[in-house]
């Protein structure tokens, strides 16, 4: 129950020391006249659309929530593709009637040979150069990067090399351009006039193809050559083979000893004297071995005569 009291009764209680305590009544915000009316004109007119009760507003606006939005993943770019490489023709059986071909046949029969998985990396193939009526015939490993490209055998350093060994013993892979050797006195000069094309030398590999990345070659790679080589030596009919480097020497010879141990002696490939010696490309560095290929090809000329 409250008490109404009037100024001097509130004046008498100061007077004495006592304090009254007075209910605060709200604040009720004063609202325009004119605004009133408009707001009770908006609730009118939203009953006729939505009898909900609309609910009541609070007196703080709470503050917007923040927009959770989520990771942005970094698209990485696409890897470009390397170009699809061209599938290889099939394999296929080497073709038959090898050891009756020509030389024509014979090397058409190789460009096209599917025998083996070396044609499908190869540029082309090497079938061999030089005089095909010669007397020497010199018989290297396998194809390299350089032999691939230009299609001969023995060519960049080692070729090189090799050109000057048989310089020195009047011999040449150019029918045309033979050095006539002093035998007696080691000295060549050049001859001039027609050349004889038993002067000449023919030059081929166990493999046709080239291995990849020059790697050694295999043995049914191998196995599915040497009949064309088997071939060819039948068609030049040397009185000598010069066998030159471990694969071309194990394969012509069909044994696994190194060539330090089949050096000095002569073997034998379908009846023909085969003296072995040491691949030019291993001759470049190794400077002191060049003196046993020299022994080996004394040994090679000795035995064309002694035949």
């Not at 409250?2 to 604040?27: F, H, T, V, Y």
């Not at 942005?72 to 023709?89: K, S």
């Not at 090799?162 to 006195?185: E, F, P």
């Amino acid at each position: 129950m409250s008490l109404a009291l009037d100024e001097r009764q509130r004046a008498m209680l100061a007077e004495m020391g006592i304090k009254l305590w007075a209910p605060i009544a709200p604040r009720v915000a004063e609202v325009a006249p004119e605004k009133v009316a408009a707001r009770a004109g908006e609730t009118s007119a939203g009953a006729e659309f939505d009898s909900k009760p609309t609910p009541t507003a609070s007196l703080q606006t709470p503050a917007e929530a923040p927009i959770v939005r989520p990771p942005v993943r970094a698209i990485a770019a696409p890897l470009p593709t390397a170009p699809a490489a061209p599938v290889p023709t099939a394999l296929g059986p080497r073709p038959e009637g090898v050891a009756d071909m020509d030389w024509p046949q014979l090397e058409a029969t190789v460009a096209a040979c599917r025998a083996c998985g070396l044609c499908a990396g190869r540029t082309q193939t090497v079938f061999g150069v030089g005089s095909r009526t010669a007397d020497w015939m010199v018989i290297g490993e396998a194809p390299g990067e350089n032999e691939d490209c230009q299609g001969q055998p023995f060519v960049g350093q080692a070729g090189k090399l090799l050109d000057n060994m048989l310089a020195a013993i009047g011999l040449s892979r150019q029918v045309g351009d033979t050095m006539n050797s002093v035998a007696s006195g080691g000295d060549s000069v050049r001859a001039d006039g027609p050349k004889d094309s038993k002067q000449g030398v023919y030059i081929a590999n166990v493999l046709k193809c080239r291995p990849p990345g020059n790697r050694n070659p295999q043995p049914d790679e191998i196995a599915q050559c040497e009949p064309y080589l088997r071939r060819q030596v039948a068609l030049v009919q040397p009185k000598i083979i010069l066998a030159m480097g471990r694969f071309a020497v194990q394969s012509l010879l069909q044994t696994t000893e190194p060539i330090g141990k089949l050096r000095g002696r002569v073997h034998h490939y379908e009846g023909v004297p085969v003296i072995v010696t040491y691949h030019p490309a291993y001759l470049l560095p190794a400077l002191p071995e060049k003196a046993k290929a020299w022994q080996d090809l004394c040994l090679a000329m000795a035995t064309v005569r002694g035949g």
